[in-house]
C-alpha cells in the first residue's frame, strides 16, 4: 500500500471586490487572512502487479464550487 498526500493554494488573484458566501454576507471581499487551499490524499493498493485499487480524498476549503468546474 502506498499513500501519498498533496497541498495546492486555490486562492484566486482577483478575490478583492467578488462577492462572499455565508450568512448575511452583503459586502464584497476587501481582503483577505489566509489563504485558500485544496487537500489530496491518495491511496494505491497494489496487490497483483498489473491490478491497483486507488481511493483519492479531495477537501476543499470552499463553501460552494462553481458549476464552471
Not at 14 to 36: F, N, S, T, V
Not at 38 to 59: H, N, P
Request: positive net charge; charged residues 30%; aromatic residues 8%.
Amino acid at each position: 500500500m502506498k499513500v501519498a498526500f498533496g497541498k495546492i493554494k486555490i486562492t484566486p488573484k482577483d478575490y478583492i471586490g467578488k462577492p462572499m458566501a455565508g450568512y448575511a454576507r452583503k459586502d464584497p471581499c476587501l481582503g483577505k487572512l489566509d489563504d485558500i487551499y485544496a487537500y489530496g490524499v491518495l491511496i494505491t493498493s497494489e496487490e497483483r502487479e498489473l491490478e491497483r485499487d486507488q481511493l483519492l480524498l479531495i477537501s476543499l476549503d470552499l463553501l460552494k464550487i462553481p458549476i464552471s468546474i
